[in-house]
């Protein structure tokens, strides 16, 4: 099975593992982004930080949400220090696939033990 961006996303995994390994847990996730942005850097993709979703209701902006980093406007990555993913944190990256045509987030957890989730939400369900 061929899945979404697999080539990219399995870059950005290599990435997150080479981060977490040098780096541990313990920091924050501020210390985490920065250290993606390099990493990722490195494999030649196309990063932005901090980049501005904005939210729509029919055609008002309702607000806004920034995503820890966006990696070749083709994958949102929303990085976490806590102990363990949550499903509050699944539904935030679910929230920021619904609000824009990207439809591959990946959840990246610095936490005791490195764990990540990969999320799809296509935009023919949009």
Do not use: C, W
Not at 5 to 11: G, V
Not at 12 to 36: P, Q, S, T, W
Not at 62 to 73: P, Q
């Amino acid at each position: 099975m061929n899945l979404l961006h697999s080539e990219i996303t399995n870059l950005i995994i290599k990435a997150y593992y080479n981060v977490y390994n040098k780096l541990g847990y313990g920091f924050l996730e501020r210390v985490y982004e920065n250290a993606m942005m390099i990493e990722l850097d490195k494999f030649g993709l196309s990063v932005e930080k901090q980049k501005k979703i904005e939210v729509y209701y029919d055609d008002d902006i309702v607000g806004d949400y920034f995503s820890d980093i966006l990696v070749n406007d083709k994958i949102i990555l929303e990085l976490k220090a806590a102990k363990r993913l949550s499903k509050k944190h699944n539904l935030q990256l679910l929230n920021y696939l619904k609000a824009t045509e990207i439809e591959v987030g990946l959840l990246l957890n610095f936490g005791k033990k490195p764990e990540f989730k990969r999320q799809l939400f296509l935009n023919s369900h949009k």
